[in-house]
């Protein structure tokens, strides 16, 4: 980790970077077992206020990256440096299926070490901004595919990150939340937050300030 401001107080240029991440994994079974590169030498940086989409196709390497991006997986070579909070919102939910969304907040909320009113005063927020607050006691065993995802984005969003790092967040969104979606995303760019959308496709380039490309392991801006 680096510090959050820059020598003097000035803010800093840029509030997430890898350099040079490398990643392989590997396949089948001795004595067929071979390695599988995925990521050959992605740099990529993320300045405040920054919306940056990325984009690649199917198994091009983009979760692999954003799970090394938040420290979930390590890279074989590279670096990468964070200032401030870092909110994560994976491809695949992770939450327990027995607990509400109420308490999912609460639970979230100590990790985060939130004062419990600070916590209770973003959970509204959150709620009222992805429109899901009649689910508040409703266990998450018994939401719908779309208010999951709402949930595990609200958790990510919790904190107030300075960089808030995404993975396919609206593929189970209708309409409505997709632009409720984009509304909260332009307001954390005027608040000087950071996101990292990760998606197979864009189809609204000029909600971005920047795509990279994720190709044959190197990020190449669109
Ligand atoms: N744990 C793992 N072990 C072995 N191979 C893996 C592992 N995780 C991912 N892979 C492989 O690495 C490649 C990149 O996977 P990754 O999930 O990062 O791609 P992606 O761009 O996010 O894909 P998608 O768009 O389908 O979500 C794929 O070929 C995948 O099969």
Not at 72 to 77: G, R, T, V
Not at 129 to 156: I, M, V
Not at 180 to 208: K, M, N, P, Q, Y
Request: some cysteine; glycine content about 10%.
């Amino acid at each position: 980790m680096v510090p959050s401001t820059a020598a003097g107080g000035s803010p800093p240029a840029e509030v997430l970077r890898a350099s040079g991440v490398e990643k392989s994994y590997r396949r089948g079974t001795w004595p067929a077992r071979r390695r599988h590169q995925v990521l050959r030498g992605v740099d990529l940086t993320l300045a405040p206020g920054e919306v940056v989409g990325l984009v690649g196709e199917n198994g091009s390497g983009k979760s692999t990256l954003m799970k090394i991006l938040v420290g979930a997986l390590p890279a074989d070579a590279g670096t990468v440096t964070h200032t401030g909070r870092t909110g994560h919102c994976p491809q695949e939910p992770v939450l327990y299926e027995r607990l509400t969304c109420d308490e999912h907040f609460e639970l979230f909320g100590r990790a985060y070490r939130l004062p419990a009113d600070a916590e209770r005063r973003s959970r509204r927020e959150i709620y009222a901004s992805l429109g899901f607050e009649r689910y508040a006691a409703t266990r998450a065993d018994r939401l719908s595919g779309g208010t999951l995802s709402k949930l595990n984005l609200g958790l990510a969003l919790l904190a107030d990150p300075d960089v808030l790092l995404l993975d396919e967040p609206y593929a189970g969104f209708d309409f409505d939340t997709y632009l409720r979606f984009w509304d909260l995303v332009r307001e954390r760019r005027t608040a000087g937050r950071s996101v990292l959308i990760i998606s197979h496709f864009v189809t609204d380039e000029e909600r971005f300030d920047r795509i990279v490309d994720l190709c044959e392991g190197l990020a190449v801006p669109r």
